[in-house]
């Protein structure tokens, strides 16, 4: 589809280690550049669906042949919901206790992997008079559970396109896949992480698309103009919708009839029924835009929702990073100040900080806060709840890490220890963003958060504790892995947080 960037998979451990510059001549490798078994499923993003995932999903599609572009695929019934729960959250047939099972067993592997590859480096010390669980370079503690197993998703963003049915204005997930060309768009109904309250919204969107003239944007280059729904929520029950609207070649007068006709329908329409706190309205021609790029236009409401967390109250911005699991982001954030250490002689380096929760948590307890984050909404949240909770020492930076990063260090270059949390998206952290941080010698402490460890992140663990390399301008000591603790906050789904503690 136009606007979609593929990755190209690295299929070799050679190509892993070799963008990471670790090793550079043949014959480092153990397995002299041949594929070990299990490599794919663990380093290649696929270590829950190599293990588990592939093998429960697998018993509802077995013998099923996939469809080119399908107009007709029989009734929506619940075997489509069940499909469709086994590919979102294929662990929902299973007990949660089982559940945390099977994700501490791979977080296990996936750390077992990690330091195979420490071994391997040659003057990294992985033996430590730290404790250590068994078999491990690291102390592995027990997985922390989620407060809230089903329902728990605060966000969460609804496609449009065909459904089982053949109906092209159908509102849910996908099943298939754009390369088979057989994707079909299923309701939500039966996903277990899914709170009523967005399945609800997400219906009368429907509702509200099969009673416009306009029809929806199922590829660019097709035309079409209604795209994709987001829903926000809060514990305390308000609610924030978000259309995504492709203008094509409208008119401005053409694009505020549509713009009225939306909110006409919920707030004086059907959808009143969704009782939403506010409705936001964006016009885009890409797969995604910012806020910068295309402005959310605020139909009705309250411009933010916001949350109780940690004795803060937190802004959110539609466009704004907050973890999906209210409940379990607080587990989550009192694990990392409690592995981070940070006292009242101590600065507290947030990177990719979001809305700025785990530095605003812990600001109380050390000398400063400095924030950086690439949303400018985020960074707006962060500094109006600094504002609103009476938080005086914090400071917050828009942009690109690896862009801000370097200066802002060597800024603080007073002898100060520094204590540094990056919590980056599934791409992990720009080289830069560990260069800046392996040469700055007042880093001491490293918490390392983790959604996606047998991705992206593993090439940063290693540039992290791999040996002083002047190629790559890792100058530097180089830091030791002494923790990790695995935080559930997605029940259902084979994802895991993990807090890595690294120090030097």
């Given at each position: 589809?136009?606007?979609?960037?593929?990755?190209?998979?690295?299929?070799?451990?050679?190509?892993?280690?070799?963008r990471a510059?670790?090793?550079s001549?043949?014959?480092l490798l153990p397995?002299?550049?041949?594929?070990?078994?299990?490599?794919?499923?663990?380093?290649?993003?696929?270590?829950?669906?190599?293990?588990?995932t592939?093998?429960?999903?697998k018993?509802c599609?077995?013998?099923?042949k996939?469809?080119?572009?399908?107009?007709?695929?029989g009734?929506?019934d619940?075997?489509?919901?069940?499909?469709?729960?086994?590919?979102?959250?294929?662990l929902?047939?299973?007990?949660?206790?089982?559940?945390?099972?099977?994700?501490?067993e791979?977080?296990?592997k996936?750390l077992?992997r990690?330091?195979?590859?420490?071994q391997?480096?040659?003057?990294v010390?992985?033996?430590?008079?730290?404790?250590?669980?068994?078999?491990?370079?690291c102390?592995l503690h027990?997985?922390?559970?989620s407060?809230?197993?089903?329902?728990?998703?605060n966000?969460?963003?609804?496609?449009?396109?065909?459904?089982?049915?053949?109906?092209?204005?159908?509102?849910?997930?996908?099943?298939?896949?754009?390369?088979?060309g057989?994707?079909?768009?299923?309701?939500?109904?039966?996903?277990?992480?899914?709170?009523e309250?967005?399945?609800?919204?997400?219906?009368?969107?429907?509702v509200?698309l099969?009673?416009?003239?306009?029809?929806?944007?199922?590829?660019?280059h097709?035309?079409?103009?209604?795209?994709?729904?987001?829903?926000?929520?809060?514990?305390?029950?308000?609610?924030?919708?978000?259309?995504?609207?492709h203008p094509?070649?409208?008119?401005?007068?053409e694009?505020?009839?549509?713009?009225e006709?939306?909110k006409?329908f919920?707030t004086k329409?059907?959808g009143?029924?969704?009782?939403?706190?506010?409705l936001?309205f964006?016009?885009?021609?890409?797969?995604?835009c910012?806020h910068?790029?295309?402005?959310y236009q605020?139909?009705?409401?309250?411009?933010?929702?916001?949350e109780?967390l940690?004795?803060?109250?937190?802004?959110?911005?539609?466009?704004a990073?907050?973890q999906?699991?209210t409940?379990?982001?607080?587990?989550?954030?009192?694990?990392?100040?409690?592995?981070?250490g940070?006292?009242?002689n101590?600065?507290?380096?947030?990177?990719?900080?979001?809305?700025?929760?785990?530095g605003l948590?812990?600001?109380?307890?050390?000398?400063?806060?400095?924030?950086?984050?690439?949303?400018?909404q985020?960074v707006?949240?962060?500094?109006?709840?600094?504002?609103?909770?009476?938080?005086t020492?914090?400071?917050?930076?828009?942009?690109?890490?690896?862009?801000?990063?370097?200066?802002?260090?060597k800024?603080?270059?007073?002898?100060?220890l520094?204590?540094?949390v990056?919590?980056?998206a599934?791409?992990?952290?720009?080289?830069?963003?560990?260069?800046?941080?392996?040469?700055?010698?007042?880093?001491r402490t490293?918490?390392?958060?983790?959604?996606?460890?047998?991705?992206?992140?593993?090439?940063?663990?290693?540039?992290?504790?791999?040996?002083?390399?002047?190629?790559?301008?890792?100058?530097?000591?180089?830091?030791?892995?002494?923790?990790?603790v695995p935080?559930?906050?997605?029940?259902?789904?084979?994802?895991?947080?993990?807090?890595?503690?690294f120090?030097?």
């Open positions: 589809m136009a606007g979609i960037k593929r990755r190209v998979p690295m299929h070799s451990p050679r190509c892993f280690l070799s510059d670790i090793f001549k043949p014959g397995w002299c550049g041949r594929k070990p078994p299990g490599w794919s499923q663990l380093f290649l993003g696929s270590a829950c669906k190599g293990n588990f592939h093998v429960i999903a018993k599609q077995r013998g099923q996939s469809q080119k572009k399908p107009s007709h695929l009734p929506l619940g075997s489509w919901q069940e499909r469709l729960a086994d590919v979102v959250t294929p929902w047939r299973l007990s949660y206790e089982e559940q945390l099972k099977v994700k501490f791979a977080q296990k996936i077992q990690l330091e195979s590859y420490l391997m480096l040659n003057g010390n992985v033996t430590t008079a730290a404790p250590k669980s068994k078999g491990l370079c102390l027990p997985i922390i559970p407060p809230v197993i089903d329902g728990y998703r966000k969460s963003t609804f496609s449009v396109n065909r459904g089982p049915d053949g109906n092209p204005k159908t509102v849910g997930y996908y099943l298939g896949t754009w390369r088979d057989n994707i079909v768009c299923v309701r939500s109904n039966q996903l277990k992480n899914m709170p309250k967005h399945n609800q919204v997400a219906q009368y969107y429907e509200f099969r009673q416009s003239p306009l029809e929806p944007c199922l590829l660019f097709e035309g079409g103009y209604w795209r994709e729904l987001t829903v926000r929520t809060n514990s305390q029950g308000h609610t924030m919708a978000i259309i995504t609207f094509q070649k409208l008119m401005q007068e694009l505020c009839v549509q713009k006709t939306v006409e919920f329409g059907p009143a029924v969704c009782d939403l706190t506010s936001y964006q016009e885009s021609t890409m797969t995604r910012s910068q790029q295309s402005p605020l139909l009705f409401g309250e411009p933010h929702i916001f109780d940690l004795g803060l109250k937190i802004r959110i911005s539609p466009d990073f907050f999906i699991n409940s379990g982001a607080e587990m989550l954030y009192q694990t990392v100040g409690e592995l981070s940070v006292n009242s101590t600065i507290l380096l947030d990177i990719c900080c979001g809305t700025g929760v785990i948590s812990l600001a109380q307890y050390t000398s400063q806060v400095l924030g950086i984050e690439l949303v400018e985020a707006e949240d962060a500094r109006w709840t600094a504002a609103f909770n009476g938080i020492n914090c400071e917050f930076h828009t942009g690109r890490a690896e862009k801000i990063l370097p200066q802002l260090l800024s603080k270059e007073d002898g100060q520094i204590v540094a990056v919590n980056p599934r791409a992990g952290l720009h080289h830069r963003v560990i260069q800046a941080i392996r040469n700055c010698r007042a880093i490293l918490v390392f958060v983790s959604c996606k460890p047998q991705g992206e992140t593993t090439r940063n663990v290693i540039e992290l504790c791999c040996p002083p390399n002047s190629a790559k301008k890792l100058l530097g000591e180089p830091f030791v892995l002494r923790q990790a935080v559930d906050l997605f029940p259902h789904t084979p994802h895991c947080e993990l807090v890595l503690l120090t030097r």
